[in-house]
C-alpha cells in the first residue's frame, strides 16, 4: 500500500513552546489529509481535514489557533501545537488519501507522541 | 449521525483460538466499512475493508462481512497467532463522503498467549 510517513515519531517539549509535526505522503499525491489525536487506550479523534491549498476545516471544539495546520503541497501537511501545555500531550496520527481515485482509502502515519512539561 | 461501536477489551485469547470482535455501525445510507489494526506504539494499517452490503472483506485470514440487516460488520479469524495481538478498529466512511473522514469505534484490545 501507500506510504505516509510521519515525523517526529516522538517529540518532548516544554510548556510555553510549540512544536510542529509533519506528515508526508511519499508515494502519492495526497488531495486530502487529516490530523487526529488519540488518549491512551481511546479511539481517534478527529481533530481537522485539510484539503491541499485551503484552509483546514476544523471539528467542534478543536481550537484552531492552538493547531495549526497547513497544507501547502500535495504530499505535505504540517500540525503546529502551538504554546503547548500539558493537557496537550498525547499521540496524534495523520492520514492521507487522493480523491483523484474513487473509494481509495486513507493511509495512516506511524503517529507521533507528543509529551509537554 | 454516523456511529461506530466495538465490543469493550481486552480480549485475552490462547493461541489458535477463535476471534471473534463484534462492531455495530449507525448511519444513513451505505457507509464504507473499514477493519484497522494498531500494533503498539504504531499508527493504523488497513486490515480490510467492505463497500457495500454483503461484501466480505478479507486479509491475513481475517474476514468481515457488511451486513446490512444487522448494520454489523464483525471481525473473525479461525485461529489466532500471538503476532496478532495489537488494538482493532472498527470504522466508518459516511456515505456523503464529506472528504473521506473516518469515523472510528472506540477499538478493542487483543491479547493472544502462547
Known amino acids: 500500500g501507500a506510504v505516509v510517513s510521519q515525523h517526529p515519531s516522538w517529540v518532548i517539549c516544554k510548556s510555553g513552546t510549540s512544536v510542529k509535526i509533519e506528515c508526508r505522503s511519499l508515494?502519492?499525491?495526497?488531495?486530502?489529509m487529516f490530523w487526529y489525536r488519540q488518549f491512551p487506550k481511546q479511539s481517534l479523534m478527529l481533530m481537522a481535514t485539510?484539503?491541499?491549498?485551503?484552509?483546514?476545516?476544523?471539528e467542534q471544539g478543536v481550537e484552531k489557533d492552538k493547531f495549526l495546520i497547513n497544507h501547502a503541497s500535495l504530499t505535505l501537511s504540517t500540525l503546529t501545537v502551538t504554546s503547548a501545555h500539558p493537557e496537550d500531550s498525547s499521540f496524534y496520527i495523520c492520514?492521507?488519501?487522493?480523491?483523484?481515485?474513487?473509494?481509495?482509502?486513507?493511509?495512516f502515519g506511524q503517529g507521533t507522541r507528543l509529551t509537554v512539561v | 449521525g454516523n456511529s461506530v461501536t466495538q465490543m469493550e477489551g481486552p480480549v485475552t485469547l490462547s493461541e489458535e483460538a477463535f476471534l471473534t470482535i463484534n462492531c455495530t455501525y449507525t448511519?444513513?445510507?451505505?457507509?464504507?466499512l473499514f477493519w484497522y489494526v494498531q500494533y503498539p506504539g504504531e499508527g493504523l494499517q488497513l486490515l480490510l475493508k467492505?463497500?457495500?452490503?454483503?461484501d466480505k472483506g478479507s486479509n491475513k485470514g481475517f474476514e468481515a462481512t457488511y451486513r446490512k440487516e444487522t448494520t454489523s460488520f464483525h471481525l473473525e479469524k479461525g485461529s489466532v497467532q500471538v503476532s496478532d495481538s495489537a488494538v482493532y478498529f472498527c470504522?466508518?466512511?459516511?456515505?456523503?463522503?464529506?472528504?473521506?473522514?473516518?469515523?472510528f469505534g472506540q477499538g478493542t484490545e487483543l491479547s493472544v498467549k502462547p
Open positions: 492520514s492521507a488519501r487522493t480523491q483523484r481515485v474513487l473509494n481509495t482509502e486513507a493511509f
Open positions: 508515494d502519492f499525491q495526497a488531495t486530502t
Open positions: 485539510s484539503n491541499e491549498g485551503s484552509k483546514a476545516t476544523y
Open positions: 448511519a444513513t445510507g451505505y457507509p464504507s
Open positions: 467492505a463497500t457495500k452490503a454483503d
Open positions: 470504522a466508518l466512511r459516511p456515505p456523503s463522503n464529506q472528504g473521506g473522514k473516518l469515523i
